[in-house]
């Protein structure tokens, strides 16, 4: 990490905070739990899409941020990681083409109502967050990190939460010590260890959450440990010596696992301005509406909060 990024710490206490969304794991969970069939003029089905509005409408009322984007994952096969390790994410099935259309009006959504949106073919939606994040903090702006996955807790420094904003679970670095079993610069290292069944990741034979995060407390980073690896054995953790010969076999996999489990900060160019949110475009989305078949009742909530959430 460089002294600049890390010298970022010691700036004054930010006087804004920018709220960067991980908006497909919203979509999802809106395609898994809204389970009455709903469609559009043309019949296509949008659970997902009003319930990912829903959850849009509650963030924008609630917390009114002057600060935001949505990042969005495009494509598992194209993605860097996949360059790297063919098998990451290969125990998830692609998106059904019904669902892959309502990822497109989501975005199309947030779209009208002023507020940035991106994807990447190649990087995944951490990666965006990522490098925004880096963005932000260098003109000393705090970070909320909308989320469920618990990789993007490896971004938070001070100021800065993690939020599984559904359930009202907002984490700062002490909280997600806390809850993780390890710091946030330590995150991407524990599950390099522990590895990530819902990534495919491999991890080490024996190594959970909670012991990567043991290991972690000791050695500080990984580079330490895979640097001491007969110190192992010498710790106070059951079954130490055989964690150490597991992490003797497996080097090789531990150091690809890492460049899987971090996220990148750098990938692209980026403006500060764009979090701004801008005036909503009042005739793309009442057309959005009307396709979404939108009640007359949910249209005027919805123009009415944007009247008041001035840019």
């Not at 460089?2 to 908006?23: E, G, M, R, Y």
């Not at 949008?46 to 917390?63: M, P, Q, T, W």
């Not at 599950?191 to 990567?212: E, F, H, Y």
Request: net charge positive; aromatic share 10%.
């Amino acid at each position: 990490m460089s002294k600049t990024f890390n010298s970022l710490q010691k700036k004054s206490h930010p006087t804004q905070t920018a709220w960067l969304i991980d908006s497909s794991i919203y979509v999802f969970k809106s395609w898994y739990t809204h389970k009455t069939e709903k469609t559009d003029v043309t019949g296509k089905p949008i659970n997902a899409v009003l319930g990912f509005i829903d959850f849009v409408y509650r963030l924008l009322s609630v917390e009114r941020p002057q600060l935001i984007a949505f990042a969005f994952d495009e494509s598992l096969k194209t993605s860097h990681r996949k360059e790297i390790y063919p098998q990451y994410k290969a125990n998830r099935s692609p998106a059904p083409e019904s669902l892959r259309h309502q990822f497109k009006l989501c975005r199309a959504f947030i779209r009208c109502l002023g507020i940035h949106e991106a994807a990447s073919l190649k990087y995944e939606a951490d990666d965006l967050i990522g490098t925004w994040a880096k963005s932000l903090r260098a003109d000393n702006i705090a970070i909320n990190i909308i989320s469920a996955d618990k990789d993007l807790a490896q971004l938070v420094y001070e100021n800065d939460h993690w939020w599984e904003y559904q359930k009202g679970q907002k984490l700062n670095i002490k909280a997600i010590t806390k809850r993780f079993k390890a710091k946030p610069r330590q995150i991407a290292d524990q599950l390099a260890l522990a590895g990530d069944k819902s990534d495919n990741i491999p991890g080490v034979r024996g190594i959970g959450m909670t012991t990567a995060g043991k290991l972690l407390k000791h050695f500080g980073h990984l580079d330490n440990l895979l640097n001491s690896i007969p110190e192992v054995g010498t710790l106070k953790i059951r079954g130490a010596q055989k964690i150490q010969h597991a992490i003797l076999e497996s080097i090789e996999s531990i150091q690809m696992a890492r460049q899987l489990t971090e996220v990148q900060c750098d990938i692209e160019p980026i403006d500060n301005y764009v979090f701004k949110r801008k005036a909503f475009d009042k005739c793309a989305l009442i057309s959005l509406f009307e396709q979404l078949n939108l009640s007359g009742q949910k249209q005027r909530e919805w123009l009415s909060l944007l009247a008041l959430l001035k840019p």
